[in-house]
């Protein structure tokens, strides 16, 4: 992962000396427990001075939606559904498909604003297998992101078209050794 940091010194209308392109990179384990291992190079990036989203598509329990990120330092906004619960099936009620279609509106216009430097989209996967997240819309987003902006994608079961679209992919296996 390339760290962008923004140089004080170069005016924001000057161009940089060489391109600075922005990577999609996807971590996919069939266990749920790799997700420390994102969130600590998000907080070592936003820690730098990059603006750093964390957008967790599944997570909820703590109403609070779009409209109310968790900042954790200056760098890094943290969201969620507004949900009360944790979205663990494809089955959701109105208020449940609304709150999750918001957030993946949201999400799609701070990227292609190109607000944050680094966006982490949580758990992507799952609400894409569960038909939650429309494929082909997430992969529009991908290819019309500005070029600086980079992408991480988490989740078990990774499409195979994302798969092909990054530039990293780490997978996260479980060990029989002692």
Not at 10 to 30: A, I, N, R
Not at 138 to 146: F, G, I, K, N, T
Request: glycine share 6%.
């Amino acid at each position: 992962m390339v760290a962008q940091l923004e140089n004080p010194a170069l005016s924001p209308t000057s161009s940089p000396l060489y391109p600075v392109e922005g990577l999609v990179q996807v971590f996919t384990c069939s266990h749920r427990s790799f997700f420390t291992n994102v969130m600590a190079q998000a907080l070592r990036i936003a820690g730098q001075g990059t603006p750093v989203l964390v957008v967790q598509f599944l997570k909820g329990g703590i109403n609070q939606g779009h409209k109310h990120p968790i900042q954790l330092g200056q760098h890094l906004d943290w969201i969620r559904c507004d949900l009360p619960r944790y979205i663990d099936t494809p089955q959701l009620d109105e208020a449940e498909n609304q709150s999750l279609h918001q957030l993946w509106q949201h999400t799609q216009q701070v990227v292609l604003e190109g607000k944050y430097s680094l966006v982490v989209l949580d758990e992507l996967s799952l609400a894409i297998n569960f038909g939650l997240i429309g494929l082909e819309e997430v992969l529009a987003l991908l290819d019309q992101r500005p070029t600086h902006v980079d992408i991480i994608l988490t989740g078990p079961e990774m499409p195979p078209s994302l798969l092909d679209v990054a530039d990293q992919i780490t997978q996260v296996r479980r060990s029989d050794r002692p």
